[in-house]
């Protein structure tokens, strides 16, 4: 079977399976068997991902069938496209959706039963429209498999909906990034007027060809560009990313680190030749990307929640993806999109693994956890030294290659931002390492304040009262997805650090990467900073030479400002009930003096006038006969005179 | 003496009919008025039936006698009930509907 029939087959295992369960309500409600259902369908996927990428040869194959056909034409089709980007990133996500499940059924074990088929359900169907998006063919079934991502994404934030705080950040994801989205309608359409065809391979030929009119073509890679920064949280529609942590924390690890955010720099590396014609917009990517960076990891510094301060990181690495796009290497974005999304989800899952046993978020409530719980902090410390760029780990070559990209690109204040935050990156990653693993366990009370579930396995009334006892390594199914992450990492980190070149892909986009090789001084300085980053959160944090509140004090003002999250949500916040209430109060002003105003004219017209005229009925009988004579007089007048 | 002539002893009636209908304050005076404008319209079908040479006129001039007696008979039983219940039969005391 060729790679297309192959993709074709782990894109609709995880449909039928959301089918199954979305229609067979007993098996849903059962919860557990409605969770192997699904698990098995995630194993089938990966299986399928797995062998279309290792029987790809090299050659895209296209497998579409008709679709919205007018007047014998097909508008557009409906398909799979297996190539070198698609079949591998159907195997990351293929991977990170079945670890994931397979997690799940540990982290969730209490959940009860029909909600846990309902999150497995979500959970198919995610995958399956994550894979149709990476897969999609053209740019209308992506932009479809697009919103049904969003739709997931929302879905599964909002998965404890009794709690108001995910509620609210599920709508507040849909709409941010459906902010976003429209931007994305707006420029496929566009370029669907210009071109003719949604179909990627057609435009590629059209913009290759130089077919393309370069006219007005900006306006439209910026539209695609906006729905990229919607959905991958670029500055400053990143405000949905962090508050998406309210939903479980598997979805956090399968969405909002290693998928679904990642959707948007897959978009712009799925329509890099288009992009290439507008080296303007390309400059505004990278410029937000490298700010989006900066910004979001400054702003992982300062948060006690150990979910947030990877949310804000993966805010970062996105920032990272952009700018190497923005330079116009978008393999490197695509390469560090790969082992990012390795590692991210191992480090979510192990900040799971963390929570379920601490029974908190908070960083003050952990500490000294390496003891306790050997293998989680071994696996987590793979992902920190991954995402800090050390070399012979997941993260080292791609950041490497992004930095590299940015310098021969040109773009000399993005590189300067973009290593600033690799400082950070490595001073905030090992803050949580020193302040989760290392050091005195915190004193906890036994009461868990934060509990993570409103399901209350964790209340005051619970039975875990007793953490100490709790604090262990996770069960099988927990730990088994967080040693396959970690030594894929490590094995990704190591094969390329080794090879010292991006891989995965054909040997053109290689030898494309190659020329933009970064000087010899890059990765000494790259790898410096990370070591820099992680010896003052080792000083500071574990052998707590410098104390933590003077560092803070010595950044006062940015540190306030970082607390308040440099008050974009409140900016927007502000804007959103301003604009309510302008609009409101325009509102009412015209209910109250255009609407009523009117029926009050009319109804006080009304009324005089019947009191006017009440006087001419004045109930006795002789006046009526004497109208009714006069009347018919004159109505005998009119007819002998209308006939004459 | 033609048609003419019963036409207009007929409208000459109706006229002293309607305008006692109109004008007198006293029921009965109301009543008394009708009857003339009954008989106004008598006077028309059966002068129309006299030119005509057709008998059906007079049947039915015997026939609107025939109710006329009815009808002055309810209305004189309404003019004494009214008179039991409102103590007057003068037609502008009887004003209730007066807008």
């Known amino acids: 079977m060729g790679s297309g029939y192959l993709t074709l087959v782990a894109l609709l295992t995880p449909i039928a399976a959301f089918l199954v369960l979305a229609i067979v309500a007993p098996l849903r409600r059962a919860g557990r068997p409605a969770a192997y259902f699904s698990i098995l369908g995630a194993a089938g996927s990966l299986a399928a991902a797995v062998s279309g990428w290792r029987a790809y040869d090299g050659t895209g194959t296209r497998l579409v069938w008709d679709w919205l056909t007018s007047q014998g034409k097909s508008l557009a089709t409906i398909g799979v496209l297996a190539d070198e980007t698609s079949t591998v990133m159907l195997v990351l996500v293929a991977l990170v959706a079945f670890l994931v499940q397979l997690y799940s059924l540990s982290y969730l074990s209490e959940e009860p039963p029909a909600a846990l088929g309902r999150y497995y359900t979500y959970q198919s169907l995610f995958a399956f429209s994550m894979m149709g998006l990476v897969l999609a063919p053209n740019l209308l079934q992506l932009f479809i498999c697009w919103e049904l991502v969003g739709l997931c994404s929302y879905l599964l934030i909002g998965y404890w909906y009794q709690k108001p705080e995910a509620a609210r950040a599920a709508v507040k994801a849909f709409w941010t990034t459906k902010a976003g989205d429209v931007g994305l309608l707006i420029g496929i359409v566009m370029l669907w007027k210009v071109a003719g065809t949604f179909d990627l391979g057609e435009l590629r030929a059209m913009a290759s060809g130089n077919q393309l009119p370069l006219a007005g073509l900006s306006i439209i890679t910026f539209c695609i560009y906006l729905g990229a920064m919607g959905k991958s949280a670029q500055f400053p529609l990143h405000v949905w990313l962090p508050d998406a942590m309210e939903g479980p924390t598997p979805v956090s690890a399968l969405i909002h680190a290693a998928t679904m955010v990642t959707a948007g720099v897959y978009l712009l590396h799925r329509t890099a030749w288009l992009f290439a014609l507008t080296p303007d917009v390309l400059l505004i990517v990278a410029w937000i990307g490298a700010f989006t960076a900066l910004l979001a990891a400054v702003l992982a510094c300062v948060q006690d929640d150990i979910k947030r301060v990877l949310a804000y990181s993966t805010v970062s690495q996105l920032g990272y993806m952009m700018t190497a796009i923005g330079a116009g290497v978008s393999v490197a974005g695509f390469f560090h999109l790969l082992t990012h999304g390795l590692f991210k989800a191992l480090l979510f899952l192990g900040a799971g693994a963390v929570i379920h046993a601490v029974g908190s978020n908070d960083l003050s409530r952990m500490g000294g956890l390496a003891r306790r719980m050997p293998q989680t902090a071994i696996v987590f410390v793979v992902g920190t030294l991954s995402l800090a760029g050390i070399p012979f780990f997941g993260g080292f070559l791609s950041k490497e290659e992004i930095l590299g990209s940015v310098w021969a690109g040109g773009l000399v204040g993005p590189f300067a931002l973009l290593m600033l935050v690799a400082f950070l990156t490595a001073f905030y990653m090992f803050r949580v390492v020193f302040l989760a693993f290392f050091g005195a366990p915190a004193v906890r009370p036994a009461v868990a304040v934060t509990g993570f579930s409103p399901i209350a396995h964790y209340d005051a009334a619970g039975h875990h009262g007793d953490h100490g006892s709790h604090e262990h390594d996770p069960p099988a199914p927990m730990l088994l997805p967080l040693w396959i992450l970690a030594l894929l990492s490590l094995g990704v980190g190591i094969y390329s650090t080794a090879a010292g070149r991006i891989l995965f892909f054909g040997p053109a986009a290689e030898a494309g990467a190659a020329e933009h090789a970064a000087p010899g001084w890059l990765t000494p300085a790259a790898v410096g900073v990370a070591i820099a980053g992680i010896a003052l959160a080792g000083l500071t944090y574990y052998t707590r030479t410098i104390s933590a509140s003077s560092l803070a004090s010595l950044f006062g003002p940015i540190r306030t400002a970082a607390l308040r999250k440099f008050w974009i949500d409140d900016f927007f916040e502000g804007i959103v009930a301003a604009a309510t209430l302008a609009f409101s109060s325009l509102i009412g002003w015209i209910d109250r003096y255009l609407v009523d105003g009117v029926l009050n004219v009319l109804s006080a017209w009304t009324v005089t006038t019947g009191d006017e005229m009440r006087s001419i009925q004045t109930g006795r009988a002789q006046d009526y006969v004497y109208g009714l004579a006069v009347g018919l007089l004159l109505l005998l007048v009119w007819v002998r005179w209308s006939l004459t | ?99």
């Open chain 2, 1 to 99: 003496m033609g048609l003419q002539a019963y036409l207009t002893l007929a409208a000459v009636v109706f006229g002293i009919g309607l305008f006692g209908v109109v004008t007198r304050r006293n029921t009965i005076g109301i009543l008394l008025g009708i009857e003339l404008m009954m008989n106004a319209v008598n006077i028309n079908l059966v002068a129309f039936a006299r030119f005509s040479g057709s008998e059906i006129g007079m049947i039915f001039t015997v026939f609107a006698i025939c109710i006329t007696v009815a009808e002055a008979a309810m209305g004189l039983a309404i003019v004494i009930l009214l008179f039991r219940t409102r103590r007057t039969v003068m037609a502008d005391h009887l004003d209730l509907l007066k807008g």
